[in-house]
């Protein structure tokens, strides 16, 4: 059979409708943004401060997924460090989140250059600050947005795709408190780029639903904060088990929105605004090194706990590898169910060769 001569569909509009035109119609195209990374299922590890490090990385991009290591919170040499041991420990592609926000903006971007990362995740900021000179540079860029405008932006600024995340999502969020359900069909009608759904994914039901909407793949953090190669401290893991609906809130807005744990530390905060606070003294109440304090140190009263809603989903500790199966199995479960073909949302990228690997 020649494949070439078999007839082809029109690419579609959207998500699961697009395809390229010369893709026989009994083979599935490939996800466009397992092409773009070349990883085997569409599934990014979110960058996040104090819990995502080079094991965690290196862990989901081994396993088909993209690892991001979160540069926020990094001094740069210690995000080099994290590079060249992912690099090591893994030959799958993975990349480095760099939030626009921090003092070390440009020490990490010379960093991430030196050491050659073939993928960059900004976020928290403009995009047309950092993607013109990374785009220059080789490299694949991805901007997280909270609203269409933004995602516009980033396309005007050149990204090879756009995280589309929604109010649920931990970890600082929009000030518009667009929710997932709402954000991702508005973004993906709105730019031509891949769109990578995030905020409220944890299971595998929540990847098809994005994906139905329109997004070609997804960005998981809260989940990933609960595996055990996440550099969490592990009474911040064990409490994020623990956490009911409705046990986050999205609460600093004056400052940078972030949704947080309701913890002693949150309810100092509610305090303060009930006081009516102005922006000085929420900048006292918060203080320094809040975050490092709570997710990595293991302060569960004190410490800034940034977790999504989507924890009120999460009842356990897995390894990384288990996390990303999961998501793919219960995928493709929930799509057999609905009577859809998941192959056709998820089909991986096939491997070209070695010389698309990393070199270690
Ligand atoms: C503990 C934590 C830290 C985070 N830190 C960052 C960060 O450094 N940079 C960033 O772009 N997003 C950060 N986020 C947001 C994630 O990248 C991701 O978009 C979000 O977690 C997705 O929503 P989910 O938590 O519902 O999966 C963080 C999220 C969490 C939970």
Redesign the pocket.
Known sequence: MDINKLPTIPAGPVGYLRRPAHTPVDQPAPNPLCTLFGIRYPIVQ??????SGWRLAAAVSSAGGLGLI?A?SMYPEVLREHIRKCKAATDRPFGV?I?LLYADLDKHVGIVLEEEVPIV?T??GNPALLTPRLKAAGRTVVH?VSSVKFARKAQEAGVDAV?A?GF?????NGREETTTLVLVPLVRDAVQVPVIA?????DGRTVLACMVLGADGV?????F?CSAESSAHPAFKEAVTRVEEGGTMLTLKELAPVRLMRNAFFQEVQAAYARGAGVDELKQVLGRARAKRG?FEGDLDQGEL?????SAAIRNVLPAERIVQGLVDEFHTAAARIGLNGRSLMAPWQHPGPDQRLPK
């Open positions: 979110a960058g996040m401060i104090w819990c979160g926020g989140n939030p995740f976020s928290a997280v995280v995340e649920e999502a931990g970890g600082h995030a905020g409220g994914i944890a960005q998981v953090g809260s989940r904060v997710m940034e977790i999504g809603q989507v």
